[in-house]
Antibody, heavy 117, light 113 residues
Framework: QVQLDESGPGLVKPSATLSLTCTVS?????????WSWIRQPPGGGLEWIGE???????NYNPSLSSRVDISVGESKKQMSLTMISVTAADTAIYYC??????????WGHGTEVVVSS | QSALTQSASVSGSPGQSITISCIGT?????????VSWYQQYPGKAPKLIIF???ERPSGVSPRFSGSKSANTASLTISGLQAEDEADYYC?????????????FGTGAKVTVL
């Protein structure tokens, strides 16, 4: 059974860098092709942040591409999201997600990130 | 930024059928052949219920069905049940400013009366 587990700091100061990790169990990142990060602000809708392929190829949402980096760990069991220069608008629940073709079939439980001083 | 608009709320009585629409709102290209739908309960992660417009993942009730026509994708819930009360989001691949990106709809809250 494939499971995704996000982890991160919870609270980040404005203008700082946010770093999140997704640990994959039940499979390896190099067995399935693309993996994504998706976020949801409080009371809001879903926003795709970007995706990574097991070989390191990446695609990003154009609205976030200047501030975001997604990478795969050496063990192929972890994926990371780094976002620079965060503001209150980046406060959200961040989900690690497995792509299935052009849809998203397995989601982590999400990790809440609050940007506040 | 959303290029997909959904009705904010849809309601129906148990046993009825309801349809949620998902309409492209900008001049950017929206790929209606790749539409997927997600169900989300409060405080929970979204769940994939339809992919590639009409396909259902294993284990998803056949009461959920998807379709598309022209510039609109739709999700129909037949035989509405109390457990269907949730938020529903459409999603597809679109091209914004020449770059491909996934975009979600604005979301629709389904209420079972």
């Amino acid at each position: 059974q494939v499971q995704l587990d996000e982890s991160g700091p919870g609270l980040v100061k404005p203008s700082a860098t946010l770093s999140l990790t997704c640990t994959v169990s039940g499979t390896s990142i190099n067995i399935h092709n693309w993996w994504s990060w998706i976020r949801q602000p409080p009371g809001g809708g879903l926003e795709w942040i970007g995706e990574v392929y097991f070989n390191g190829d990446r695609n990003y949402n154009p609205s976030l591409s200047s501030r975001v980096d997604i990478s795969v760990g050496e063990s192929k069991k972890q994926m990371s999201l780094t976002m620079i220069s965060v503001t209150a608008a980046d406060t959200a629940i961040y989900y690690c997600v497995r792509n299935k073709g052009h849809s998203f079939d397995i989601w982590g439980h999400g990790t809440e990130v609050v940007v506040s001083s | 930024q959303s290029a997909l608009t959904q009705s904010a709320s849809v309601s129906g009585s148990p046993g009825q059928s309801i349809t949620i629409s998902c309409i492209g709102t900008s001049g950017d290209f929206v790929n209606y052949d790749l539409v997927s739908w997600y169900q989300q309960y409060p405080g929970k992660a979204p769940k994939l219920i339809i992919f590639d417009v009409t396909e259902r993942p294993s284990g998803v009730s056949p009461r959920f069905s998807g379709s598309k026509s022209a510039n609109t994708a739709s999700l129909t819930i037949s035989g509405l049940q109390a457990e269907d009360e949730a938020d529903y989001y459409c999603c597809t691949l679109t091209r914004i400013n020449g770059r491909s990106t996934y975009v979600f709809g604005t979301g629709a809250k389904v209420t079972v009366l």
